[in-house]
């Protein structure tokens, strides 16, 4: 299969959770030893230093690496960045996806905040990641639900029952797979919803790369459900993209 | 793929490994509060082990962790129907000792039960209390297996509380579940130092690098593979050994060659 990782990142953690993969290279060596051809990457500097070091951390370290593809973290337009020079940033470097870290940064992801930059979103078609706030990804999809949002880092204690109402809403949203090792999981949500709402991802370094890897090559769904999952519905939302 | 493994390359092959089947020390049962679980039931659950090439599993069922006598007696059952696939922990409540009491008598009468489950944080009794001391007695006494829910910085299960109990039960084989998750040193040395501790692998797997980390530390001849099935696909934890920068010798100790060993004495006894 043709394995695409919405989900993963490299750079030093102040805190390593578990493997720290420095740089792009090591990041890269554990892709190669899982067999995973590319990956959307994030710098844990977006995430735990600053966005704005970040940003530019993950487009200097991945210049030269045409199989890493970068995410960029947002802020708040009042106290940052106007959303028109952010704009501009993000189609000057392709930046195909955008990140929010809402608990991190301290501040609420929706329309009061954001709501020029999300309308932009909508517009360009650029997907937004996010981790599991339910709420906030709730409140969020009723203001903007044709918003292209991508749910990660879910599932690890069994999140369904607070997405699938909004996956029976909202066609834009997405989830990636690194966290959803419920049994069966997988297949169930294939049978009910099919597989173009689930983006393979590893969670790594946090997460083993091999365990979604797995999961997901066995589940017990069709083939071509496997294909889409692994790879071929994250380039579909980024294809989409109109920068 | 540059993993070498050839362990790897049979599971993602084919799902499953003929040369090394997968053995579950960490297993549920049946439906529990918080959770959807798609299929919680016998059939469900042999049916993903037999995806996953897993050969057999021992429960402690979700009843048990809230009313023990009717939850093991439910075990009970299910290892009947399906002997040689489900084996069994008896789970002790210990805020209920006169109960505990008669399920530790009633140990015997059931086959397939391989020792006790404690979960010290679900039921806000520390392993070090006197309350699990009887059935600490009779486990020591008839060499049973123990597994303990064992969370890292728990003032009920953490590792270090481990290092007060499981030295003066020479006999019991302790099975730290989910090896102190997050207090990983301190599970190492608990199991480093004990002969008769091991670490269990249950959502711990999932943290990249720690089986290396244990392998490196402790000894793959000391690590036991678990799932909380229902909770977990096997693939989810199967992937990360085999995932793991380690040998395939560390692989088959993990995922069945030690759990083979601590189960020979009841298979032995036709459990």
Known sequence: ?243 | MRNQSRIAAEFLAAGKSESCPVIDMHGHYGPFHGIYFPSPNADGMLETMDRCGVSCIVCSSHTSLVDMERGNREMAEVVREHPGRFYAYRTINPNYPERAAREIVRFPDDPGFVGFKFHPSSHSYPVTGARYVPALEYANEHDLLVLSHCWGHSDTDGPKLFSKVVGKYPNITFLLGHSGYGEWEAAFAVAREFPNTYLELTAASRVSGIIARMVAEVGSEKVVFGTDLPWFDPHYGIGSVCFSRITDEDRRNILYRNAERLLAPVREVGG
């Not at chain 1, 940064?105 to 996010?130: A, K, M």
């Not at chain 1, 991802?201 to 769904?221: F, R, V």
Request: glycine share 10%; hydrophobic share 40%; net charge negative.
């Open chain 1, 1 to 243: 299969m043709d394995w695409f990782d919405c989900n993963c990142g490299f750079g030093i953690p102040a805190k390593p959770f578990g493997s720290v993969f420095a740089t792009a290279a090591e990041l890269l060596d554990e892709l190669d030893f899982c067999g995973v051809g590319e990956a959307l990457v994030v710098h844990i500097a977006q995430q735990f230093e600053s966005p704005q070091t970040g940003n530019q951390l993950v487009l200097t370290e991945i210049a030269d690496q045409p199989r890493l593809h970068p995410a960029w973290a947002i802020l708040p337009p009042q106290t940052e960045w106007d959303v028109a020079s952010f704009v501009d940033g993000i189609k000057r470097h392709g930046v195909g996806a955008l990140r929010a870290y809402p608990e991190e940064d301290r501040y609420l992801l929706n329309g009061l905040t954001f709501g020029p930059l999300l309308e932009e979103l909508v517009g360009r078609r650029i997907p937004l990641f996010v981790g599991p706030y339910w709420q906030t990804v709730a409140d969020l999809l009723g203001d903007f639900p044709e918003l292209t949002l991508v749910v990660v880092d879910h599932g690890n204690w069994g999140d369904d029952r607070f997405f699938r109402p909004l996956i029976d809403r909202y066609p834009r949203l997405h989830l990636d797979t690194s966290s959803y090792q419920l049994e069966r999981g997988l297949a169930d949500f294939v049978r009910r919803y099919g597989p173009d709402r689930l983006l393979y991802g590893s969670g790594s370094p946090n997460i083993q790369m091999g365990a979604a890897l797995l999961t997901l090559a066995h589940a017990d769904i069709p083939d071509a459900a496997k294909v889409a999952i692994a790879g071929e519905n994250l380039r579909r939302l980024l294809s989409e993209v109109r920068l």
